[in-house]
Structures are given as C-alpha cells and as structure tokens.
C-alpha cells in the first residue's frame, strides 16, 4: 500500500492504571480476536502465549496497607531502535512506517527467539505447541487473522485485521485517511473501565495525544530509549515511583 | 556392460553435483517452507458473508446485550453493545468468550445415567425416553404419597418463564418443592423481603441516584449483577459523587476501587453492623419515624446499646472513628447498604445478614430515591403455583427426586448443601446441564441442555435492578440433535407422572407467553439494542411487533410507578438478640485454627463454566489464580514455617486435601483464601466429575451458609 | 581386520578395543538423535525453555564450543599466514577439533529454531543488521572451509590415496590452503565476534548491553580476542589428552608450549580489554540505561565472585600461568593453565547468555530460573559423542599428528 507523506501517523496508547481494575476482558477479547489458541494443558504463565498481559504488581507492604495496581502489558510498539527489529535475521520483524505499528511476519519467522530476548517489554511470545482448539471451534475463528504455527514468535500488532478492515473501508468510501472510529483494538473496545484509549499520537488534536503528555503519565524503562508509544498513567506515587525503579534495586 | 563400483560412485557424484543446478532441489527447499505455512495443524479459517446479531448473554443473571459478529452465520466475535441502557457496552471475561463454550471439551453431548453414586462411577450412555421411563414409577408413587419424600426442582435461575413452569409441575405433587439455589437472588435484597413483611414487588437497589455505597464484600466491580451497570457507576464517581465503602477481609479488586477499604476481620461483620446502627440510633441520625413505624426499635436499640464503636474496634480491627465516620456518611446521604455473596463463599450467616439489611431498614433506605426501590415485577399470569423457598429452607431428608435446572447462577455451593436435602437413601437426581462439572458427581440422570448462545432463552431482571426488564437471548449457534429443551424434558416427566400437560413444550413457547403478557400489559417501553429508539408497548400496533421488536435483540423495561412499602418494617425480623454475641474479642490466632473461606469469582468456579481460551487469566498468567490454590498472608505462612509455593494439607471436619499456598499481603493475617476456580490442568475431569475440592471441605451451617470454616494447615 | 585403513607406522589398538571405546558414544549419539527427534517432531515444547528464557541450554553451548572451535582458525592462521611451520604438528586435529565444534553448533541450532525447514530465508531475506544474520552466513561459509580443510586429511587416508585423482587433487588442495586458511580467518573473526555483537546489541537488556565502537559494540572485538586466546589452549588440552587417552606422545613438548604461549599472551591483551570494558560498562553504560550494575549481582546465584572468577581466577592468572617461561616448561601447570583458560570462555558465555536471560527488565518482576529438559542435555550430548567418534575414527585411521611416527614411543 502506497502511503503519502502526510498521513504519517504513529498509534499510540495511554492505560490509565488508575481504571484497571485486573479483570482480565482485554486478555480474553485479545486471543479471540487474534485467534490465539487456548493453553496446552502444560504451558505454564511462562510458556502461555497472551499478546496483551495484565500483571498485578504489588506495593511490597504487609496486609492492610497492602496496594496492588494491574498494568496491561502489551508491545510497546517502541518508536526509537525498536529493539526487536535489528535483531531479526530475516526481516520478520518490520516497523510499517506509515503507522508506527512494529508488525511481525509469523510465516517468514524461523523461530530463533532472539526478538524475544531482545525485549525488555517480555511483550514477545513463541509458540511452544501447535496451536490447537476444542473440536469444532475453528468456524469461530476471526476470518481477518491468520493462526500462527508452532515455533514461531507472535506479538500484538495493534489488531492489524482490524486496521486493514478501517483501511478497505475507507477506501470503500473514497477517503484517504482512516476515521478514528472504525479502527480500536479489541481490549481497548472490551476494556469495561475504558482505561485505555488509543489514536494517533502524531495528530496533537487526539486525546491520545493530549494525555501522552499530561502530568502523572509515564512509560515503562524510558532510559532504554526505545521510545515505546504505549503511555501509563496513575495518581499514585508508589507505582510511577515502581515504574522508574530498576529491577532489583 | 561391467560397471565397477568407482564408476557407480563417479556417476552418483555426478549426479548430485549436476541436480544442484536444475530447479528440483530449489524447488523442494521452496515446497518445505510454504508446507510450513499450511500444514495440517493450522486450522482453516472460516470465509463467508459477515453479518452482524444483537442478542443477550445468558451465562448468569446479569443479562448483558450481546452484538455478535458473524461469519458465515458463526459467531467469531462478542462484544457489549454501546449505547445500551442496561449493561452499557460491557462484557466481562467469560462473555466475552461465550461462544466458545458450546464446544468445551466438557460438553455433554448425549443424555447419560450413572449407574453408582459418586465422582468415581463411570457414565453409561442413556437417552431422554429411557430416563422417562426409568422415572415414571417414582413420579406416580410420589403424585399419590409423599410420605417417602417429594419432588423438587432447583431452579439457579428463579423468575424466568421456565421458573413459573417448574414451580406449576411440582405443584401438581404432593409437598412438591420449587427451591432457588444459593446465589442465584441479592442476599440482602431477599433478607430485606423478610424484614420487609412482603412478597409483593420486587426489590431492587437505585445505585443511580445513591451517594454512598456501605458494601459487606460484595463484589462490585467484579462480577456483580450487571458488570455494565456498577463498573460505570464507580467509574464516573467524579461526576456523580458516588462513594463506594467497601467492607472485606480481603483486598480484592472491589476494595481496590473503593473510595473506603475497611479491613474487616472475617466473622465480625456484623458486630460492625451493629456498631454503626448503634452511632445511628445514639445520635439520631435515623429518620424520626423509624421509631414509631418499627415494631422492634426497641429491642434494636437495647441490642445495639451493648456494641461500643471501641469494644468494636477490636473485634473487628476497624477504628472506632472510621466506624463513626461510616455511620455519618451513610446517614447524612442517600445510601445503601449490601452484603456480598461471593460466588463460591456463599452468603454471610443469616443473623449477619439481617443486621446488614436492617441498617437500610434503620436509615430509611426503603422506598427512598437513593435508596432501595419496591418495583413490579414482570407480568405474568399469577397462576396459583408453589412458592418459592430459599434451598436452605427445604427440610433435610425430605427430597426424594431432585430435577436442577441447567441455567446457572454464576455461583457455586458445596454439595454436601444438596445432599442433605435428599433422602436417606440418597434420593435421585436429574440434572439438567450442558457441561460435566463437579455438581455432576451428584446427578443419577445427566440431561444435555443447551449451552450459551445455543437456543432461544430469555434474560429477565437482573438481581437488584431498578426496574423489570425482558429480552431475548438469540441463537448464535446451531443447537445439537442430542440437547434437551428444559421445557420438553419437563413435559416427559410430566406425561411420566401421568400428568396432563404442565403448559408450554419448548422454551420458544414459554417466550411468546411472557410477551404476551407483557402485550396485554400495556407496561413499560422497547429500545432497540443501541437504544437508537424507544417504543412504548402501548403504541404498538399488535403482539407480533412487540416479539419481532424482542427478537431483533431489543430490549423491554418496564415503567411502572415503583409501589408503595409497607411501612410497618422490622429491623431484626425474626432473629432474636441473643443471636448477637456481645462484643468481646477473639484473640487473632494465625498458628491453631485458622478460617477457611472460599473465594470464587462469577461464571469461572468450575472448568466446565469457562471457556479454554479463560487459560489467558488463569493458566498463562497470574491475573486470576487456578482453582485450589490458596492465598495465605505470608505472616501467617511464616507463623506456620510454611512458604511460598509449598503444598499444604488443610484440614477440617468434613475431611482434607493438599493445595498449593500462595503468599498474598492482601489477605488478612488468619484466613486461608482458597481459590474455587478453573483448572484446565485437570485431565481427569475428561471423562467424570470434577473433584469438589476446597468446598467439599466447608461447613455448612443451618441457616445454609458456609463462608467460614475452622481449619489447620500443614506442610503436605 | 580395519588394518589397510590404518595409517602406516603408527601403532593402533585392535578393532575389539576400539569398538568397545565408540560403541558406549554411539549408543549416547543414538540418545541424542531420538531427543532431537522429539524436539523436531513434538516442537520446542520438548524443552524447558520459555517466553522469558528464550535462549537456553544449547546456544550457551554453541556459543561456547564455537569459541573452544576457534583452534582451528587461529592456529590456521598462525601456520599458514604466519608461518609457524611448528603448528604443522596439531593443525589436522585443530581442523578435525573446528569441524565437530561448528557442525556440531549447526546441527544443534537446527533443532534450536522453531522452523528449521525455513532457515534458508535468511539468505532470502537477509536482515543486514542482525549479528544473527552475520552469524549464519560466516557459520555456513566457515563450515564449509573447515570441510575443505578436512579433505586432505581424509584423503591422506592409506587407503584412499590409491586413487591417483585423489593424491592429485589433495597435492592441488594443499596449495591453495592458505588461501582457505585466510578466509577462514576471515570468516572466523567475523562470527566470533558477531556472536558477541548479538549480545552486545541488546539495547533492552541493560546487562548484556555495550557501546558502540566503529559499527560493533565491544562485546564483538572482545569475543573475537577471548575466542583466539583459548582456541590454543584448547587444541593444547585435547592433544594432551588424546595422549593420555592413547598412551603415546603425538607431538613434542615444545609444539604444545608454544600454544601455551600464544594463548597466554592473546588471553593478556583480552583479560585487559576485557577490564576496561566492564569498569566503563559499571560506570557508565549500564547506569545510563537505568540499571545500576549492582543490581545485576544482587542475586546469591549471581554475586560479584562471578566477576572475579571470570576476569581473574579464569582470566588473569592462567594468562600468567602461560606467560611465565618457568612455569610453563612444567607441563601440570601448562596443561592447568590451558584447562583454566577454556573454563573461562564456558564461564563468560554462561555469563552473556544465561545471566543475560536470568536478569529481569521490568521494575516489578524477580529473577528468572531455568533447568534444561533431558532432551536439552541429551541434543548436546549427542554432540559431544559425535565428536568423539568423529575424533576417534580421525584419529584411528588418518594422520592428525604427523610429528607421531617420528617421535620415538
């Protein structure tokens, strides 16, 4: 697809933390609209494959001053030295400059996993198991999104289906440009507390825009200089505080 | 011609040598990598036109709108429908994937006898006439004596179309019994019925106009009634002033959005209860008329009298402040007042109940705007049926069939509730249920009925709604040959019993009787799904538009004025004061007996209740913990030289079992906070019964609670 | 019976003794093929690697049997560029010594991949800024120069060289063997130090991560150095022991001294680098990216003593072991020296490797552990035999140590 120069655009996300409420809608919306199969009866929270994952991260203080805060974890689509990227020794990995979006190739993939090191984020996942479904279940299946093979490594890519179905039906209607409307990812459209909102950072007009840069928002590991567009927000001290603190420090 | 062997080598390396260059080799490198691409393992994806469906999700009570994305008539993705008025374009995890649970690999998919009791006896292929018939001597002996024990069907479900149907068949038996499941009603709205006097109307909570919610667990955000409903009202909070105090031993996810966490030790709530009637009643805070229209303020007030905020504070480990504060806030603002009914812990003890559905009864909470609302309930023809009684309330040992309908509550019970109801004998049991799951340990008769999104069914008022409510659940699947209507397995018995028809046939009948009742009516208004535009049932032109209107997924709510309340209101009902032990406190023991308490969250306490692609939550991540796994507070972990990750064996009375400890600082030191819950792990549950677990271990009280258990732990 | 195989005037052992020797390894090969069989057929779900520890077992051996492989490029390079005509002794079996590391490596990475069948893409759609891709193409260049300079020892065979072509086209070989040594050395350089470099490159992985100088970070140059410096003395270490195993002595004293020497000096001029390298990495690389290096050994597994295992005890002091003229006449010592050496380079790729993937980058998350399968040990294992019958089977029936029937045994 031939992009102009001006519709550069660069989608972004801001999770505001103080909404989550851990329930889990955009893990489950996510598989079923990128067709990510169910477990394997072994995988393990290490071996699972969950494009989007929510981890509940605890302030570390006894019971009751306890607090926990649920941080959805997905690709941070890093905009800068995409870490992923240089990596990938046959380009299954590839930033589509028109969108920001860092896209994965799972059918030119060999499966060598050194992405999934190269990610800070732990955003990659590789398929340990065939993909499988109970009987019958492959007529639910979303027609827009090819199911992964064994052996490769899969990420979010912003629900490319979804994207290319705003792009045909913009192109349907003789528009240029996407409305902002026809395209949101499936956990931002599921989440129950609208923590998330999506759009286009690079058009400053979008809310998007306006709370990536509002006060108490914040990325994750910053100083790696990857640039993620994926923004969090929370009033609470302790987990911007959480966020900037080394591992193990 | 001789060939020796150095010119059958040169030719072979020549060979290999010369087919480099032709396209074979190039060619099969090419097919082996496009082979990777496509092999058989990688499942063909559906192609077909796309259409779109609005429908209503059946998995529990809450009813949320449902628009699903359909390929080739498939359903490929669910998602809430904005802009509706009842469940606000929300969907929680497991509608999400509802329609994926017509093919969990747990799916009955024929009708089944058991030939033994027990989670070990193998299931024997059986069908719907065999059953029938197998039945038809029991059913007459019981339809002309029910000195061995009756009839009684346990409805998960009450108020639907089908519920009146149960409740007429087992009014034609003698004694015969139309019992709720636990779970299945708002505990303080039906504890609020008795203190109310009244089975008239219906009740329900006015969350829209409320400002402070005082909540004894109730999981508000977490899969209570219409998830739509309270996570958008607690998400506005800075625009409509609403503030949640949230009442709880645990941190749970509701006690992280509340405005308020109050760190309860589990058992003294409603010592807490009383402590704030007693600030209420001390510096009357109440509305004056309470005291006149309340037969039983005195003894309210003598009781209350002997629960100082301060003896209190320790018993409960609330300040005696915060208890003050409470009771300012609640009073001084339209308020409710709830207890949780967690979808595995079950109800909190009945005299607990009561204390916490009088403080509403106290602050006038009844009736009031704000408060909670007496509305009508569907319209429905009033046929003289059997009432319905809590299964609490059954008689122990007086059950001798048991047919439990297959539409769930979202919760779950122990068994040992269920089996102490049927005869000495063991009774007989029919179950209705699309899925083998552990309640199926205690069924004689597996009957398949059909799994969400798979027929007709109809969503009616959710728990604690506002005001009346009825849609249609449409089909988005095609049924299976071998599933049992409810309605039909039920006039096979009846004809069984030698009865005459009990009235409809198929649910689909049932449907087109409640909206012809709705029709004659006159009453309440029809959105369509987006609630782009409103018809009053009035204005309509015949029956049939009303049921077209409903089976294009629109929505029917009533708009009757609410009714009166009896104003004659009692704050104790018929529990007597010295129910209420005076405040006095328990030492907190961490290392002796502990308190078992089980946890589950809606529609996920069993495998077979969650579709496979749940192992997102549980099995791939650590969002939710799997079932039998217990969370523990690492001092009391510590104070047992246990760690995290160790099996521990629990014991109780009723027997032990192993489970792995996690160590969680938001559980209050003395609990062990076991997980009731999916374990997709399980590979026995293939082919019977899940094993009961952590809730075959609870006690059962009297009042059919079971929240808390004394237990010991070990390392296993 | 394998008589007329057998190189003249050397002495070998029967056919029973050497049948019993091979039969125990191809037994384990045997193993190690059945679990590469499950890893292809049933997937990498054989394994107990994860999404967190991506990289395991078998490219922490890679990458170390790869540098321990690097013996034969250096002393390659050494012979036929240098011309240290002494090297003659060991370079067919530092060749033989490549040829199993870097086919052994292969094989085992094509079962590491989740899709072997589609490894070739790299060549189809190279990503010119990947070490990986840099890897692959020196790996599948460089083997098939080690299997060129393999020929001639194969055809040096008594048996094979009856056949006039054969003597021929190893005599044409043989003078154009610089010149593969000089790709080799090439090649070598390159994917040694790319296999730093694909470490060095993780900008996420603020551990692993190291500046830039020229257009590789330093993790490239210094595995190029750490894998020339124990080549030697690992050409040093199995030839001693071949000559234990064997009972006889294959080449003199003063051959394996002088490896010694080339390994001391080159491990010298890397444990200093090497040094440099990781006070600027403390002080300013790994600060900058937001983790301070103390976090990286807050872990009782991974304290500091693996600093000063790996850059002192593994690094400085065999070094000096090799340097001291005194102290390397004495053959404990050198043989000592050369074994440290080699547990050094096992030491720093365990470092890059595991404790790179053990490490965790997001604030909230703890250490990552991880025990390999049986069928991770048993694939590697399976290397291990091959190359023990591949070395044993050289041994017996070609010339891997001319300077043998000269010695007087």
Same mark, same amino acid.
């Given at each position: ?27 489950? =919306? ?66 589509? *400059? ?31 198991? &065939? ?63 609208? =923590? ?54 | ?39 058989? /393992?990688?499942?063909?994806?559906? %192609? ?19 628009? @699903? ?58 069908? /719907?006439?065999? +059953? ?6 029991? !059913? ?14 346990? &409805? ?29 009603? &708002? ?74 966490? !109050? ?45 100082? *905020? ?107 509730? $269920? ?12 179950? $209705? #249920? ?24 109809? +969503? ?7 005001? #009346? ?7 988005? /699947? ?41 029709? $004659? ?19 309509? @032109? ?107 064996? +629990? ?23 076991? +997980? ?14 899940? @094993? ?25 | ?48 690697? &994860? ?32 011309? %240290? ?109 790319? $296999? ?75 444990? /200093? ?19 301070? @290096? ?116």
């Amino acid at each position: 697809m031939e992009q102009t120069a001006q519709s550069k655009s660069r989608y972004g996300m801001v999770i505001d933390l103080d909404r989550c409420t851990g329930c889990g809608v955009c893990m489950v =919306a996510c598989a079923v609209e990128n067709n990510v199969a169910p477990a394997e009866q072994k995988a393990t929270e290490r071996t699972g494959v969950t494009w989007l994952r929510v981890y509940p991260v605890s302030n570390g203080e006894g019971f009751p001053a306890n607090d926990t805060v649920f941080i959805p974890m997905t690709c941070q689509q890093c905009g800068n030295h995409t870490p992923c990227v240089s990596v990938c020794p046959q380009n299954a990995v590839e930033v589509d *400059p028109s969108t920001g979006i860092v896209g994965q190739i799972p059918q030119r993939c060999l499966g060598c996993r050194y992405c999934m090191t190269a990610c800070p984020y732990h955003a990659r996942y590789f398929d340990w198991w &065939d993909p499988q479904w109970p009987e019958g279940t492959e007529v639910l299946l979303n027609p827009d999104v090819a199911p992964r093979m064994r052996g490769v490594a899969e990420k979010c890519n912003f629900c490319h289906g979804r994207l290319h179905a705003a792009r045909t039906k913009a192109a349907a209607a003789g528009r240029k440009e996407i409305a902002a409307g026809d395209y949101v990812p499936a956990c931002v459209e599921s989440c129950p507390s609208r =923590a998330i909102v999506f759009g286009d950072l690079a058009d400053e007009t979008n809310e998007v825009s306006r709370l990536s840069h509002s006060i108490n928002t914040f990325q994750f590991l910053p100083k790696l200089g990857t640039a993620p567009k994926i923004f969090y927000h929370s009033a609470k001290e302790w987990v911007r505080k959480m966020a900037d603190r080394a591992p193990l420090a | 011609m001789n060939i020796t062997r150095r010119e059958l080598l040169t030719f072979a390396g020549g060979s290999i040598l010369g087919a480099l260059f032709t396209p074979i080799p190039w060619k099969l490198l090419d097919d082996s990598a496009i082979w990777t691409q496509n092999w058989s /393992l990688i499942p063909r994806l559906p %192609r077909g036109p796309e259409t779109f469906t609005f429908t209503g999700c059946t998995l529990c009570p809450g009813g949320c709108a449902v628009k @699903a994305r359909r390929v080739n008539g498939h359903p490929v993705s669910l998602v809430g429908v904005a802009g509706h008025s009842l469940s606000n374009g929300i969907l929680c995890p497991m509608g999400i994937a509802g329609h994926h649970l017509a093919y969990h690999p747990l799916r009955l998919r024929r009708p089944f006898a058991f030939t033994g009791k027990g989670a070990d006896s193998p299931l024997v292929p059986s069908t /719907l006439d065999e +059953i029938a018939s197998n039945l038809a001597p029991m !059913l007459k002996d019981i339809r002309s004596s029910s000195s061995r024990g009756t009839i009684a069907v346990l &409805d998960q479900r009450p108020g639907r179309v089908l519920s009146d149907l149960y409740r007429k068949f087992v009014s034609n038996f003698p004694g015969g019994i139309y019992a709720v499941a636990p779970g299945s009603e &708002d505990p303080t709205l039906t504890t609020l019925r008795a203190l109310c006097n009244t089975t008239e109307g219906t009740l329900g909570y006015d969350l829209e106009n409320t400002r402070v919610i005082l909540s004894f667990g109730a999981p508000l955000v977490d899969g209570w009634s219409t998830p739509g409903r309270t996570v958008q009202l607690l998400q506005n909070r800075n625009q409509n002033g609403l503030k949640l105090i949230q009442v709880e031993g645990v941190q749970s996810r509701t006690a992280l959005q509340a405005d308020t966490w !109050l760190p309860i030790m589990p058992g003294t709530e409603a010592a807490l209860a009383l402590a704030i009637g007693g600030v209420i009643v001390r510096q009357n805070l109440f509305p004056a008329k309470i005291e006149k229209t309340s037969p039983d303020f005195r003894t309210y007030k003598t009781l209350v009298s002997k629960f100082e *905020p301060e003896d209190v504070a320790a018993v409960c480990g609330i300040p005696s402040s915060v208890i003050s504060e409470t009771a300012h806030a609640l009073a001084s603002n339209p308020s409710v007042v709830m207890s949780g009914y967690d979808p595995a812990g079950g109800p909190l003890d009945n005299a607990t109940e009561t204390v916490i559905a009088g403080l509403n009864v106290l602050l006038g909470n009844i009736g009031r705007t704000g408060g909670i609302s007496l509305h009508a309930p569907i319209p429905s023809p009033g046929a003289t049926t059997s009432p319905a009684v809590g299964l609490a309330q059954v008689p122990d040992h007086s059950v001798r069939l048991l047919l439990i309908d297959g539409a769930e509550s979202g919760h779950t019970y122990p068994l040992s509730l $269920l089996k102490r109801k049927l005869t000495a004998d063991g009774g007989t049991v029919v179950m $209705l #249920s699309p899925y083998l799951s552990s309640r199926s340990a205690l069924a004689d008769y597996l009957v398949p009925s059909p799994a969400a999104f798979e027929s007709l069914e109809e +969503i009616s008022t959710p728990p604690g709604a506002r005001r #009346s409510s009825f849609a249609l659940s449409l089909p988005l /699947l095609k049924q299976p040959d071998t599933t049992v209507d409810p309605a039909t397995l039920l006039a096979k018995l009846a004809g069984a019993s030698g009865l005459p028809s009990v009235g409809a046939e198929t649910v689909e009948s049932c449907l087109r009787q409640r909206t012809h009742d709705i029709w $004659l009516s006159k009453r309440g208004t029809l959105a369509t799904p987006t609630g782009s535009s409103q018809t009053p049932v009035m204005a309509m @032109a015949s029956e049939e538009e009303l049921w077209k209107g409903l089976s294009e997924g629109g929505w029917w709510v009533d708009n009757m004025q609410d009714k009166q309340v009896n104003p004659r209101l009692t704050l104790l009902g018929l529990m007597t004061p010295d129910r209420y032990d005076k405040a006095s406190a328990p030492a907190l023991d961490t290392t002796g007996t502990l308190k078992l308490i089980p946890f589950g969250w809606r529609n996920a306490t069993m495998t077979a209740s969650v579709a496979p692609v749940l192992s997102k939550l549980f099995q791939e991540s650590h969002l939710r913990s799997l079932g039998g796994r217990v969370h523990i507070n690492p001092s009391t972990l510590a104070a047992n030289a246990l760690s995290d990750g160790a099996y521990v064996k +629990i014991s109780t009375h009723s027997g032990n079992m192993t489970a792995q400890a996690v160590a969680d600082p938001s559980v209050i030191p003395g609990v062990i906070h076991a +997980i009731v819950g999916p374990s997709p792990n399980n590979t026995a549950s293939k082919d019977r019964p899940e @094993a009961e677990g952590i809730l075959g271990l609870c006690a059962v009280r009297d009042d059919g609670s079971w929240r808390i258990t004394e237990a010991t732990i070990a390392k296993a | 019976m394998d008589r007329q195989f057998i190189p003249r005037s050397v002495q070998r052992s029967s056919f029973a003794r050497f049948a019993a020797w091979i039969l125990p390894w191809i037994l384990l090969l045997g193993l190690g093929l059945y679990a590469m069989y499950l890893c292809l057929a049933e997937g990498l779900n054989q394994t107990n690697m &994860d999404n967190r520890f991506a990289f395991g077992l078998w490219i922490y051996l890679d990458l170390t049997v790869i540098a321990l492989g690097a013996g034969a490029f250096f002393t390659g390079f050494l012979l036929y560029i240098l011309r %240290r005509e002494e090297l003659k002794a060991v370079i067919n079996s530092a060749v033989v010594l490549g040829l199993i590391c870097y086919s052994g490596a292969v094989a085992v990475l094509m079962v590491d991949v989740g899709q072997p069948l589609r490894a070739w893409f790299t060549f189809w759609h190279p990503n010119t800024h990947s070490m990986l891709t840099e890897v692959t193409f020196c790996l599948t260049c460089y083997l098939t120069v080690l299997a060129i300079e393999y020929v001639p020892v194969v055809l040096k065979n008594r048996k094979l060289r009856q056949i006039p072509r054969f003597l021929v086209f190893e005599f044409e070989l043989h003078k154009v063997m610089p010149v593969f040594a000089g790709i080799g050395t090439f090649l070598s350089f390159f994917h040694q130090g790319s $296999l730093g470099g694909l470490y060095g490159v993780l900008v996420g992985r603020p551990f692993a991560f190291r500046e830039v100088l020229g257009i590789w970070p330093s993790t490239f140059y210094l595995f190029i150095l750490s894998a020339a410096a124990v080549g030697p003395s690992f050409v040093l270490l199995t030839t001693w022991l071949v000559q234990k195993l064997s009972g006889k002595q294959l080449v003199k004293p003063e051959v394996l001294r002088f490896l010694g020497k080339v390994s001391g000096w080159m491990l010298i001029v890397y444990v /200093l680098l090497k040094t440099v390298d990781t006070l600027y990495w403390i002080n300013h690389t790994a600060p900058a990216e937001g983790a301070p @290096a103390y976090t990286f050994y807050t872990s009782p597994g991974f304290g500091t003593w693996i600093l000063f295992a790996e850059i002192i005890l593994l690094g400085l002091l065999p070094a000096i072991m090799l340097l001291s003229k005194r102290l390397r006449e004495r053959p404990a010592v050198l043989v000592s020296a050369a074994f440290l050496a080699c547990c050094g380079i096992v030491m720093n790729r365990f470092v890059m490797t595991i404790q790179t993937l053990a490490l965790p980058t997001l604030p909230f998350d703890q250490m990552m552990s991880y025990v390999p399968s049986w069928q991770e040990i048993a694939t590697f294992l399976a290397i291990v035999a091959y190359g023990v019958v591949l070395y044993s089977l050289s041994f017996r029936y070609m010339t891997l140590f001319p300077q043998e029937r000269d010695i007087r045994q």
